[in-house]
C-alpha cells in the first residue's frame, strides 16, 4: 500500500525567508505523480505545484520549488520570498492509477505553516 | 463557471439523523470524487464517479453512506443514522481526465454530530 508521510505538523518561518517543507512516500508504483496542495484557513485547497515521476528535472511555480530525490522517495517543498499569504496547511499527495481508471490521491497528514511578519 | 461548490457548508446533526451534502462540479469535469478529512488528518478516499457511474467506493464507505450523480452532473453524498464519528469535513473534488493535472477542490462540507 501507498503511504505519506510528512513528519513536519508545525513550521514558522520569518517573512520574506526561504521555509523547506519535508515529504516521504513508499510505493512500488513506477509510473505516479506527486503534488502539494494549500489549504488556507477555512478555504479550499489550492494545487501548489506538481510533479511526474518520470522527469528528473524539479517542477518550479514561481517561488515555489520542489527537489525530487526518485531512489529516496522524497518529494519537498521549498517556498522563497515567504508571504504573509502564505500562511497554510500544505498537504503532501501522491497519485497512482487506480484499478477503476483513475488516479487515485493520497494524502500526508500535512504541514501547519505559519509566516511571521 | 466559479470551480467546485458544495452546499452546505456547515452541517450540525444529532446523533442517528440522516444528512445529505451536495457538490457541484466544473462543469467541463467529467471525473469527481469525495474525501473526507478528520483532524490532524489529511483527505482520506471516499468514492469516485466518472459522469454518472460510481466507479470506485472506499472500505471507509460504511453501508450508511450512499452517493449518487445522476446525468454525470451534481453529487450527492448522504449519511444515514449519523453517528459521532462521521463528524468531519466533506470534501469533493472534479478532475477532467484522470486527475493527473491535479483536482479542483471544493470548500468543503463540516459535518458535526451531536
Known amino acids: 500500500a501507498q503511504t505519506v508521510t510528512q513528519s513536519q505538523p508545525e513550521m514558522s518561518v520569518q517573512e520574506a525567508e526561504t521555509v523547506t517543507l519535508s515529504c516521504t512516500y513508499d510505493t512500488s508504483e513506477n509510473n505516479y505523480y506527486l503534488f502539494w496542495y494549500k489549504q488556507p484557513p477555512s478555504r479550499q485547497m489550492i494545487l501548489v505545484i506538481r510533479q511526474e515521476a518520470y522527469k528528473q528535472q524539479n517542477a518550479t511555480e514561481n517561488r515555489f520549488s520542489v527537489n525530487f530525490q526518485k531512489a529516496a522517495k522524497s518529494f519537498s517543498l521549498k517556498i522563497s520570498d515567504s508571504q504573509l499569504g502564505d500562511t497554510a496547511m500544505y498537504f503532501c499527495?501522491?497519485?497512482?492509477?487506480?484499478?477503476?481508471?483513475?488516479?487515485?490521491?493520497?494524502f500526508g497528514t500535512g504541514t501547519r505553516l505559519k509566516v511571521l511578519a | 463557471d466559479t470551480g467546485v461548490s458544495q452546499d452546505p457548508r456547515h452541517k450540525i446533526t444529532k446523533r442517528g439523523q440522516n444528512v445529505t451534502f451536495r457538490c457541484d462540479p466544473i462543469?467541463?469535469?467529467?471525473?469527481l470524487y469525495w474525501y473526507r478529512q478528520t483532524l490532524g488528518q489529511g483527505p482520506e478516499f471516499l468514492t469516485y464517479?466518472?459522469?454518472?457511474?460510481?466507479?470506485?467506493k472506499s472500505r471507509l464507505l460504511s453501508d450508511r453512506f450512499s452517493a449518487e450523480r445522476p446525468k454525470g452532473s451534481f453529487s450527492t453524498l448522504e449519511i444515514q443514522r449519523t453517528e459521532q464519528g462521521d463528524s468531519a469535513m466533506y470534501l469533493c473534488?472534479?478532475?477532467?481526465?484522470?486527475?493527473?493535472?491535479?483536482?479542483?477542490f471544493g470548500s468543503g462540507t463540516r459535518l458535526t454530530v451531536v
Open positions: 464517479f466518472q459522469n454518472e457511474a460510481q466507479l470506485e
Open positions: 473534488a472534479s478532475s477532467l481526465g484522470g486527475g493527473v493535472g491535479g483536482y479542483t
Open positions: 462543469s467541463e469535469h467529467n471525473r
Open positions: 499527495a501522491f497519485a497512482a492509477p487506480s484499478t477503476s481508471g483513475t488516479y487515485k490521491y493520497i
